[in-house]
């Protein structure tokens, strides 16, 4: 599961800077267009290189402008302008995934700021740059040096605003670290500052809802996967609203909410645009089948499961194109890595120099090897899925079969375990009540005060107590209301019952149903019957409400008490919601629990009328 | 008085016989015992008891459906049910068909006494615990909607103007769920739309 998890982040974070291109402002436009002039507008060119910088231009607009400002600085000997274009340059190379030669120009301009001292904002600008840059290297120590240097200049600024970014600097850098506290504690902190920016709160909430979720604090991390899904929503950004509802998905599953799942799976399916990795889907799928195996939707799960394997076969062979890019990037990174640290001992640049173009060539005559061997590799592997899909497709298959099977007899052994349930309380209230008494009757008959008139009272006291016993068992079979009078009647009878306990008060509230099928009014029956128990029995509820709305062709059932609720995930499902969850299917009635520690249950039944 | 015939309806043979031996001690002389509810019919075509004292739940046929059945094919014979349950749906139906007593089977030797006596006079007596039970079944069944704790959080929520998507998450609930309280507080009050159900809580002191 885990590991799922952190292919999604990984995607996710290749999705956010892809959207981060995504020109659409209006300030692009007129960059461009006075980027396309015979000559450029150098009145203009400070002001364009600050708008350049904004997170929707593209980076070779940006990258472009930079070179202008930083030739007319060069040529009218604007010594303050220099650093702000070296930044400018930086940070295009920056968003073109250009880290070694973005380094090299940030520490250029972090050199001039730091001697003059003269723009302590943009020089922490650069640190937190150089601090991202670090991070991706994952050299996080390097990293939480850099963040911190920015936040200790940004704090004397007396801006809480600007210290949004370094605070989810630190959170993602601590996050990496497996941090969890520091992480959680920047983190909230960044939230905290994110008013008006909705796409900075969906990108912190989301990285908070995946330290909750490494966690395993599923509440929490669905809390801030809402928040993030919410803010994606706002800015109607279907990468983001995709994996958040994917992520809500899985943290339904584990609560076993799997009816809730589906929705966010198939909502992330939905959000999904085409075009995208396919292996994001995979793992969507994978989990649809998963879901709706648990709600007892064979079909849909067979469904989900084949395009999970269609995707997974397509894998394959994108495996071995993805280990060439994982070692492509090594050497890659590599590459950048001996860059920054040439930049690092400018006084040592010749002899780096040499021992680059060494290394160069040794490289090139690696990845040459590395090329032959995954083509080997790839020949062998397509040999071997044929020969394996055959024999896989023939398990599948038999495997869902007997899945299907033990399902089947599950669901019966619960209906039966329910009835020998109820057999075992009356048993149980038999012997318990009325055998007590009856036995007592009988002591006292054997003992010699029969006949006196304080036995014989003592006598009428117990035999009264054994007729009270008996309705008392007997009022509890409530059935026959149920098939003589139907369920408006038997839900009455319910309530009364419930109610002469005096433990519990019942508020029923239900409108006249037409053509309400038999079988489904004993199911509906039943499951009031065993929440009402479980109300009982559990929760210290004072209240219980119950409900049963019609419209149109739906019943609404609402069970709600007002007792110490529980916690879904961590309860066990006990024969009761099990028996409840073999009924809703029976009826084809879909349910969700809102239950919360401390806040009382609701559940709510959606039941199809014929 | 004492010398009018009386039957008892009951397929449990012992309380049968005490009833009968205790309305022997008080002076009810003819006094006879079914067991079968179903023989009741026939029996009666060639006996003529004035009263018959009979139980709800009986093996083959109920205390109900024969209590209809004689009140629409004799309607001369009074009816006294003497059971064990006090679940409203019986009492009330029977209260339907026009029965002259109810009494709870614990009842004391005399109130049954004076409740036979009572009903053979022509008057009506039903055990104090039947009338409690009428009672609150009236009072509960007044039909006023209620909202639940879920149905008020959602509405306050709606009141201060959050989207459904809003009350969701703050309520960390899915937004299907705040759609069906929100539905189902409009189908009980009858209401058209939000602002009236809004405008009917406030004033009603729901919210």
């Keep these: ?610 | 008085m004492n010398d009018q015939p009386i039957l008892i309806v009951d397929d449990h043979r012992l309380f049968a016989e005490g009833v009968r031996s205790l309305l022997s001690v008080n002076g009810f002389t003819f006094v006879n015992i079914l067991s079968d509810g179903r023989q009741l019919a026939s029996l009666l075509e060639t006996q003529a008891p004035r009263l018959l004292l009979m139980d709800i739940a009986m093996e083959h046929i109920d205390g109900i459906e024969l209590s209809a059945m004689v009140r629409k094919q004799f309607p001369a014979i009074k009816i006294l049910i003497v059971s064990m349950y006090t679940k409203r749906i019986y009492i009330e139906k029977l209260l339907q068909t026009g029965i002259d007593g109810y009494l709870i089977k614990n009842a004391g030797d005399e109130e049954l006494i004076s409740t036979v006596c009572t009903i053979l006079e022509g008057g009506r007596y039903f055990s104090p615990q039947v009338g409690d039970i009428l009672l609150k079944s009236m009072h509960a069944s007044s039909g006023e909607a209620v909202l639940t704790p879920r149905e008020k959080d959602v509405l306050q929520l709606i009141a201060e103007g959050y989207s459904t998507k809003e009350i969701s998450s703050r309520l960390f609930v899915s937004v299907n769920t705040v759609e069906t309280h929100r539905k189902n507080m409009l189908l009980k009050t009858g209401l058209r739309n939000v602002a009236h159900l809004i405008k009917w809580a406030y004033e009603n002191g729901h919210l």
């Design chain 1, 1 to 610: 599961m885990l590991a799922h998890r952190s292919i999604i982040c990984g995607i996710s974070i290749i999705l956010f800077h892809v959207c981060q291109a995504q020109p659409v402002s209006v300030y692009t436009d007129s960059i461009r267009t006075c980027l396309q002039l015979p000559r450029p507008d150098t009145g203009k060119y400070y002001l364009l290189l600050r708008l350049a910088q904004l997170p929707e231009c593209p980076a070779d607009t940006l990258l472009a402008y930079g070179h202008y400002w930083y030739n007319y600085t060069e040529k009218r000997h604007i010594s303050p302008g220099r650093p702000e274009a070296l930044y400018a340059i930086g940070l295009a190379l920056y968003r073109k995934g250009m880290n070694p030669e973005a380094a090299e120009r940030l520490y250029q301009a972090a050199t001039v700021w730091e001697r003059n001292g003269r723009n302590p904002l943009q020089l922490a600008r650069t640190y937190e740059l150089i601090a991202g840059i670090h991070k991706i290297m994952q050299r996080y120590a390097d990293a939480l040096a850099y963040y911190r240097l920015a936040c200790r200049i940004k704090k004397t600024l007396n801006n809480e605003a600007i210290l949004l970014s370094t605070y989810n600097g630190l959170g993602n850098t601590f996050r990496l670290l497996h941090q969890t506290d520091s992480a959680v504690h920047y983190l909230e902190k960044a939230h905290a500052l994110t008013a008006g920016n909705e796409l900075a709160k969906a990108q912190v909430s989301n990285n908070l809802g995946n330290i909750y979720w490494s966690l395993k604090n599923w509440l929490a991390a669905r809390q801030w996967y809402q928040k993030a899904l919410q803010s994606f929503e706002t800015l109607q950004q279907p990468e983001g609203i995709a994996e958040a509802c994917f992520n809500l998905g899985a943290i339904a599953t584990q609560l076993q909410q799997y009816h809730a799942a589906i929705a966010y799976y198939n909502k992330s399916l939905e959000a999904v645009p085409t075009g995208q990795p396919v292996e994001h889907l995979e793992w969507i799928y994978e989990h649809l089948a998963d879901a709706y195996f648990h709600t007892g939707n064979f079909e849909n799960a067979y469904t989900n499961e084949r395009a999970y394997d269609k995707i997974k076969d397509s894998l394959l062979s994108l495996q071995v194109q993805q280990s060439i890019a994982a070692l492509k990037e090594k050497y890659e990174t590599e590459k950048k890595e001996h860059a920054l640290a040439l930049e690092k001992e400018r006084t040592a640049r010749l002899l780096a120099a040499n021992s680059q173009q060494f290394r160069f060539l040794c490289m090139l005559a690696g990845v040459a090897l590395l090329i032959t061997v995954m083509g080997f590799i790839m020949i062998r592997n397509i040999r071997r899925k044929q020969l394996l899909a055959a024999a896989l497709a023939g398990l599948k298959e038999k495997e869902k079969q007997q899945l299907i099977q033990e399902q089947a007899l599950k669901s019966n052994i619960a209906m039966l375990e329910g009835r020998e349930a109820e057999r075992q309380r009356i048993a149980r209230d038999l012997h318990d009540r009325l055998g007590s008494t009856l036995s007592s009757v009988r002591l006292f008959m054997q003992s010699n005060q029969t006949g006196t008139p304080p036995g014989n009272s003592k006598i009428m006291l117990l035999l009264e107590e054994a007729v009270n016993d008996v309705r008392r068992i007997s009022h509890d079979l409530s059935d026959n209301v149920l098939i003589k009078y139907g369920l408006e009647e038997a839900l009455k009878d319910l309530k009364d019952t419930i109610e002469s306990t005096g433990r519990l008060q019942v508020t029923l509230y239900q409108q006249a149903v037409d053509g309400l099928p038999a079988d489904t009014a004993s199911e509906i029956y039943y499951i009031v019957r065993e929440l009402a128990a479980n109300a009982v029995k559990h929760s210290d509820a004072s209240r219980l409400f119950i409900q049963l709305l019609q419209d149109n062709r739906l019943l609404h059932l609402t069970v709600e008490d007002n007792g110490s609720g529980f916690n879904p995930a961590v309860t066990h499902k006990g024969i009761g919601l099990h028996n409840i969850e073999i009924r809703a299917r029976k009826i084809g009635a879909q349910y969700t629990i809102d239950a919360r520690t401390g806040k009382g249950s609701c559940f709510c039944f959606a039941i199809p009328l014929p």
